[in-house]
């Protein structure tokens, strides 16, 4: 099993393997395949960390891996030291929160552009206005230059909104406090909250929420080009333990959909059985999602036409 096809396999049958008992991964074929998954990753890491730590050029590396490699190196066996099976886990959070999660959601946003022509089209406009006068070079942008791709990020930050890839924060209250909540009625109810009282966040409530986003079920980037609700907004959750990987998915997200759409235009690929569909049919069909411990798409029927 190749490396992508075993991650791949992770990331659409992470819950069969955290919520089935451990005899359960004979049982099908599909347990079994799910199963080679994740030994077949797991050797794939281990490579990655012997061909690392055994290398004989030795080069000053200032990244994630190399973080983790030091953690079990420096002091083994130590307070601070990570275990051989830590490194893997923390290995594996990254790789899959690295790679997937990204990838839904560019798939998503590639799909509302080419439902939405008229935004892909200001997209563009802005992609072009930003490469010729920034430092990019040959149509590539420029590390320099992203803090400027504003309307790209708002982009992805609205494909979040609308799809968040996490539907649920877990959150545990560590003392006792209250918990004041509005009512539809515009009155107020109190609720205590005890100190280890387990708190699930629902994302979607949130982001769908009139109350802070005008129109919320429409695709609307410009809403994050100004002032904006950011307690309201929480795709990689808010605070300490907010995901550590969120500069990395904005870096990566602006540079792929930078690139793709400076050169591409996307539409939806048209199809005789769907001639008579209406907008919100199509919208529906082409954003439909599979929905585990993270939010996936399914396959989106996309045209790429070189501008």
Not at 17 to 38: C, E, M, Q, S, Y
Not at 174 to 201: C, H, K, M, W, Y
Not at 224 to 241: E, H, N
Request: aromatic content about 12%.
């Amino acid at each position: 099993m190749t490396f992508k096809d075993a991650l791949h396999t992770i990331a659409t049958n992470l819950i069969l393997k955290i919520g089935a008992p451990n005899w359960t991964k004979n049982l099908t074929k599909h347990t079994r395949k799910v199963d080679l998954a994740f030994m077949e990753l797991k050797q794939y890491m281990l490579e990655m960390v012997d061909a690392r730590t055994n290398s004989d050029k030795v080069e000053q590396r200032y990244d994630l891996f190399s973080g983790l490699l030091e953690a079990v190196q420096d002091e083994p066996g130590g307070e601070g030291a990570l275990s051989d099976e830590e490194l893997i886990g923390n290995m594996f959070i990254f790789l899959f929160g690295g790679h997937e999660t990204t990838t839904y959601t560019l798939c998503f946003s590639l799909a509302l552009l080419a439902l939405y022509p008229d935004e892909q089209e200001r997209l563009y406009q802005h992609i072009n206005g930003v490469m010729s006068g920034g430092s990019s070079l040959n149509g590539i942008p420029a590390y320099e230059d992203m803090s400027r791709f504003t309307r790209v990020l708002a982009v992805l930050y609205e494909t979040l909104r609308l799809f968040p890839t996490v539907t649920y924060i877990p959150k545990v209250a560590a003392q006792d406090t209250t918990l004041t909540v509005r009512n539809v009625d515009g009155g107020e109810t109190t609720f205590p909250v005890p100190s280890g009282t387990e708190i699930n966040i629902h994302v979607p409530g949130l982001h769908y929420n009139p109350r802070y986003w005008k129109e919320p079920h429409k695709f609307i980037p410009d809403r994050f080009l100004g002032d904006w609700p950011k307690d309201a907004f929480i795709p990689f959750s808010q605070g300490a333990r907010a995901c550590l990987g969120k500069r990395f998915f904005e870096i990566e997200g602006i540079a792929v959909l930078t690139m793709l759409v400076s050169r591409y235009k996307i539409e939806i690929k048209e199809e005789p059985a769907f001639t008579l569909e209406t907008f919100e049919e199509r919208y529906a069909r082409i954003t439909a999602f599979n929905q585990g411990l993270t939010t996936s798409s399914l396959r989106v029927p996309l045209v790429f036409k070189r501008r």
